[in-house]
Each structure stands twice: as structure tokens, then as C-alpha cells.
């Protein structure tokens, strides 16, 4: 048998569908371009969902500071006062400026120590602390600093979540550190873990809590006026909120006030860079040896 072939040997291409076959790799590649963005947005909202919950904590820890600095400001000022027309009434029984200077420091700090025990030391404003010879001193002291009718945190950081001395941190440690906190209303704690309870009268339990330095560490010799300050040490604040938690650790120092001892007319006087006779309180309080975590 005889097979004829067509002379037309070239196959003809039928292209439907490729149409639908581009369409579908398009889309496949748009597809995965949208995942893509779509999971890159959603870690990138977490991050910044993270960075604005850790910022609101961090600010709401400067909250009870910034409290304790503005309520410090009063029994400061009275100390100051006290201190300041004690020591000029006796301006003439000093031999040096050292000395006027050295008279001016202690009799605030005895001052101030004794407005702020009989005065902050209760357990509630007003209620005289000079009887209490333990942590509850010092507890009461921080409470009543850090009260505020403007805020939400109690009216003042509560009792139980002030922590001090090596005691009191050894329990919050056994206790598993601080609770996990998911609300939006944060838990406010305050760590002192320098002050001594068991010091021994209240003076003795507030005195490590505060420190005033005056003198060279090293030397000895009396620093410089405008090295002088009052300290509160080693104050931390940690906030839980939102499964968040942040931590502030610092001293609040306050620089004793620019006073020339040696007015050279038997009298001393007040003098700023700003001006020569006035000076605010809320000017010489600063924090020092900061820390955040």
C-alpha cells in the first residue's frame, strides 16, 4: 500500500489558554508580593505596638519620680528656710565660711529630717511616724511623696507594693519577682534596696534612706558649695502593664541652694546666675546616676 504525505510538513501551533496560564503566574506572583507586604506590615505594627507599650510604661515609672520630686518641694523649701535663718542669727559665732556652710547643711538635713518622719512617716499625711522603728517608716515616707489626687495609682504607691531593704527584696524574689501584669491600668512598685529597717531608731532607719554629701569620699575635706547636695538613694520604680514591664532606678538629688556665707556685713545672702536674692526649689532637684531597663 501507498501512503501519501502532505508537502506541508510545519505542525500549526494552537495557542488557546496561554492566556489564562500568564493570568494564573501573575497572580500567583502578585500573591505572594501581598503576603509579603502583608506579614512585613504585621511585624512592623507589632514593633511599633511594642515600642508605644514599653514607652508607656517607661513614662508611667517617671510618674511616681516626677511625683516625689513636685511633693518634695514643700517640706524642702521649709527646711531650707528653717536651716537658712538658723545659722544667720548665729552668723557671727563662725570663725570661716566653711563653717557657716557646714552649720547651714546639717541644720536643714536635721530639719528636714524630722518634718519628714513626723510628718510623712505616719500612715497617712499628718499621723506622727517618730515612733515606728521599722520598714514601715520609710514605707509610709514614700507612700505619702508619692501621693497625688491627680493621678489614678492609688492616691500614692500602696504599702505592700514598696520593697525595702535586702529582707523585704529576698521575699519579693521568693514570691517569683513581680506578677505579669496584661491589664492597661499598671501595677507600680518601688524598690529600696539600700535602706536598713533594721537600723534601729526612726533617724537611724531614714538616714539610710537619705545621705547628705558634703564631704570628699576620698580626702575628707568639705567639697565645694556647688558640689553639696541632699540625696535620696538608689530609688527604683518598676511598672508592670500590658505584659510589659520597665524598670527606673535613680537617686533624687537636690544642690543646696547658691548662698554667699561671707556677705563681708555680718549677714549672708542669696545669690543666682539669674538673679542676686531669689532662687526656686524646684530648681536645684535633678536626678543623678539614672538608669533604665
Not at 501551533?13 to 508580593?33: C, D, R, T
Not at 516625689?68 to 570663725?95: E, G, H, W
Amino acid at each position: 500500500m501507498i501512503m501519501k504525505f502532505s508537502d506541508n510538513r510545519s505542525l500549526k501551533k494552537n495557542n488557546a489558554g496561554s492566556a489564562m496560564v500568564v493570568v494564573i503566574i501573575i497572580l500567583l506572583f502578585v500573591s505572594i508580593l501581598a503576603t509579603v507586604i502583608l506579614y512585613m506590615s504585621g511585624i512592623n505594627y507589632r514593633m511599633k505596638k511594642s515600642d508605644l507599650n514599653t514607652r508607656i510604661s517607661f513614662y508611667n515609672a517617671e510618674t511616681p519620680l516626677e511625683t516625689m520630686q513636685s511633693d518634695l518641694i514643700v517640706p524642702l523649701s521649709y527646711a531650707l528656710n528653717k536651716a537658712y535663718m538658723s545659722t544667720n542669727s548665729r552668723y557671727v559665732t563662725f570663725s570661716s565660711v566653711d563653717d557657716r556652710r557646714v552649720d547651714f547643711y546639717t541644720e536643714f538635713y536635721d530639719e528636714l529630717e524630722d518634718l519628714m518622719i513626723k510628718q510623712y512617716g505616719g500612715a497617712t499625711i499628718g499621723t506622727d511616724g517618730s515612733s515606728l522603728v521599722d520598714a514601715t517608716l520609710v514605707k509610709n515616707i514614700i507612700h505619702n511623696l508619692t501621693y497625688s489626687s491627680e493621678t489614678d495609682f492609688n492616691n500614692g504607691i500602696p504599702l505592700d507594693h514598696i520593697f525595702v531593704g535586702e529582707g523585704d527584696i529576698l521575699a519579693l524574689t521568693a514570691l517569683g519577682n513581680f506578677p505579669d501584669n496584661f491589664s492597661d491600668v499598671p501595677e507600680i512598685y518601688i524598690v529600696l534596696p539600700d535602706v536598713n529597717p533594721a537600723a534601729g531608731s526612726a533617724s537611724d532607719i531614714y538616714e539610710t534612706l537619705t545621705e547628705l554629701s558634703i564631704y570628699d569620699s576620698i580626702s575628707g575635706d568639705l567639697k565645694s558649695a556647688d558640689e553639696c547636695r541632699l540625696i535620696f538613694k538608689n530609688v527604683g520604680v518598676v511598672v508592670c502593664q500590658n505584659g510589659y514591664r520597665s524598670q527606673v532606678t535613680t537617686d533624687i538629688a537636690m544642690q543646696f541652694p547658691p548662698i554667699d556665707w561671707d556677705g563681708g556685713m555680718g549677714t549672708s545672702t542669696y545669690t543666682t546666675p539669674e538673679s542676686d536674692t531669689s532662687w526656686e526649689v524646684y530648681q536645684l532637684l535633678y536626678y543623678i546616676n539614672w538608669q533604665k531597663s
